[in-house]
């Protein structure tokens, strides 16, 4: 096992991992799970691994994959077989061994904040991290695993395909951190039915389940984004605020004392709309930039995390190099490499995706 000091402050392992078990649950889709003490310990929810799947030269580079699940003994990943790679993968047998690298890049909500800047949790203190996000955002922000996570907090965690891993790793964070079941709403999406993974395991945790498949053989016919614009419908101002319409053209008018409290609610609610509610996203390109457009609409917070083709995993070769708004004069702020081709103009310049990444706040990103 290789110890491998990143950017200053985390760390990565490379480990020698046996294979536990490799099962198929979904036609072309097998969740492989692997023995690992120093991954699996420090996996965070939207990290991911880098797998050598051959021990000969083809393929020579390792193949990227979200955890799954992790422990203090094993991790989990979920892979669709679209390759060689993965091919070869899915014929793992118990006892097989292979090279894991990770956990790689930054995972969902931990240690960031609105500019998008990261600070590492081990080398600033809570208190110090806390301060420095009440003053970017002026108001208190849920902080993975802090002392701000809050009860009245909806998280949304919207998943299609292979996007949906990194979210079930995510929703069982949530759940060990105590959060209410009922705040925890996953929406998932699929062709068909067999294809919706991890139905059941959601299931089990007890969050609220949201489906749809294009076919309709389960949950909502169309797309897993209109049942999330149902949803933020449904919660939002403007819904409360037909009701209300309705009230007063049913004759229940009310008083012009009631009248002004009816408008502080719909103030108060339109307020907790975008402080009350956050969306987790991973799927098909599509999906990711339909969901942005209604965490745009409806002004909720919302992380992306983006599945670029990857080649090293952390940093040196620039193949997974994204377009996001320039905020900063940096060229590659919070990335380990400072590159002329990175630069972009005034108004844009390119992120790593696999070390700034591959979670990025909606807003950063400028989707081509
Ligand atoms: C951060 C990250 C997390 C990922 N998590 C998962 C996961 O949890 N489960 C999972 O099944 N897959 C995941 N992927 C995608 C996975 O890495 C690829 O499917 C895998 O590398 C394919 O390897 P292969 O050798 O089988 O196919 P290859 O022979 O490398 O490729 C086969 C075909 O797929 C295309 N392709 C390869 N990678 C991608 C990609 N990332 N996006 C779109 N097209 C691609 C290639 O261009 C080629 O046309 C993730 C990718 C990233 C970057
Ligand atoms: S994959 Fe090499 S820099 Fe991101």
């Given at each position: 096992?290789?110890?491998?000091?990143?950017?200053?402050?985390?760390?990565?392992?490379?480990?020698?991992?046996?294979?536990?078990?490799?099962?198929?649950?979904?036609?072309?889709?097998?969740?492989?799970?692997?023995?690992?003490i120093?991954?699996?310990?420090?996996?965070?929810?939207?990290?991911?691994?880098?797998?050598?799947c051959?021990?000969?030269?083809?393929p020579?580079?390792?193949?990227?994959?979200?955890?799954?699940?992790?422990?203090?003994?094993?991790?989990?990943?979920?892979?669709?077989?679209?390759?060689?790679?993965?091919?070869?993968?899915?014929?793992?047998?118990?006892?097989?061994m292979?090279w894991?690298?990770?956990?790689?890049?930054?995972?969902?909500?931990a240690?960031?904040?609105?500019?998008?800047?990261?600070?590492?949790?081990?080398?600033?203190?809570?208190?110090?991290?806390?301060?420095?996000?009440?003053?970017?955002e002026?108001?208190?922000?849920?902080?993975?695993?802090?002392?701000?996570?809050?009860?009245?907090?909806?998280?949304?965690l919207?998943?299609?395909?292979?996007?949906?891993?990194p979210?079930?790793?995510?929703?069982?964070?949530?759940?060990k951190?105590?959060?209410?079941?009922?705040?925890?709403?996953?929406?998932?999406?699929?062709?068909?039915?067999?294809?919706?993974?991890?139905?059941?395991?959601?299931?089990m945790?007890g969050?609220?389940?949201?489906?749809?498949?294009?076919?309709?053989?389960k949950?909502?016919?169309?797309f897993?984004?209109?049942?999330?614009?149902?949803?933020l419908?449904r919660?939002?101002?403007?819904?409360?605020?037909s009701?209300?319409?309705?009230?007063?053209?049913?004759?229940?008018?009310p008083?012009?004392?009631?009248?002004?409290?009816?408008?502080?609610?719909?103030?108060?609610?339109?307020?907790?709309?975008?402080?009350?509610v956050?969306?987790?996203t991973?799927?098909?390109?599509?999906?990711?930039?339909?969901?942005?457009?209604?965490?745009?609409?409806?002004?909720?917070?919302?992380?992306?995390?983006?599945?670029?083709?990857?080649?090293?995993?952390?940093?040196?070769?620039?193949?997974?190099?994204?377009k996001?708004?320039?905020?900063?004069?940096?060229?590659?702020k919070?990335?380990?490499?400072?590159?002329?081709?990175?630069?972009?103009?005034?108004?844009?310049?390119y992120?790593?995706?696999?070390?700034?990444g591959?979670?990025?706040q909606?807003?950063?990103?400028?989707?081509?």
């Open positions: 096992m290789t110890e491998i000091k990143l950017n200053g402050c985390r760390y990565m392992f490379r480990e020698n991992c046996a294979v536990i078990e490799n099962k198929r649950i979904a036609s072309g889709h097998y969740v492989l799970r692997l023995a690992s120093r991954i699996a310990k420090v996996a965070k929810p939207g990290q991911f691994v880098q797998i050598l051959s021990s000969a030269t083809s020579l580079l390792p193949r990227p994959f979200s955890f799954l699940t992790s422990t203090n003994r094993d991790f989990s990943v979920l892979f669709h077989v679209i390759g060689k790679g993965t091919e070869l993968l899915s014929r793992a047998q118990k006892g097989d292979f894991a690298t990770g956990p790689l890049g930054n995972g969902f909500m240690d960031r904040t609105t500019s998008g800047s990261r600070h590492s949790v081990a080398t600033k203190s809570p208190k110090t991290l806390n301060n420095k996000i009440l003053s970017a002026g108001r208190t922000r849920l902080l993975y695993g802090g002392r701000f996570a809050q009860d009245d907090v909806s998280f949304l919207v998943g299609g395909g292979v996007g949906i891993p979210l079930y790793h995510l929703a069982r964070e949530l759940v951190r105590k959060i209410a079941k009922d705040n925890i709403h996953v929406f998932l999406g699929a062709r068909d039915k067999t294809l919706l993974l991890c139905e059941k395991d959601f299931k945790l969050v609220k389940l949201h489906l749809a498949t294009n076919n309709g053989s949950g909502k016919r169309g897993v984004t209109e049942l999330l614009e149902e949803y419908y919660t939002s101002s403007d819904s409360r605020h009701e209300a319409t309705l009230r007063l053209r049913s004759g229940q008018a008083s012009p004392k009631n009248l002004k409290n009816e408008i502080l609610r719909f103030a108060q609610d339109d307020a907790n709309l975008s402080d009350g956050r969306i987790y991973c799927g098909p390109t599509p999906m990711l930039k339909t969901v942005s457009t209604i965490a745009k609409k409806y002004k909720v917070s919302c992380e992306v995390s983006v599945e670029e083709p990857m080649a090293c995993g952390f940093g040196a070769c620039l193949g997974c190099a994204i996001v708004r320039r905020e900063d004069a940096s060229p590659c919070g990335g380990s490499v400072i590159d002329p081709r990175l630069r972009g103009d005034d108004n844009y310049r992120a790593i995706a696999c070390t700034e591959p979670v990025f909606v807003s950063q990103i400028l989707w081509e």
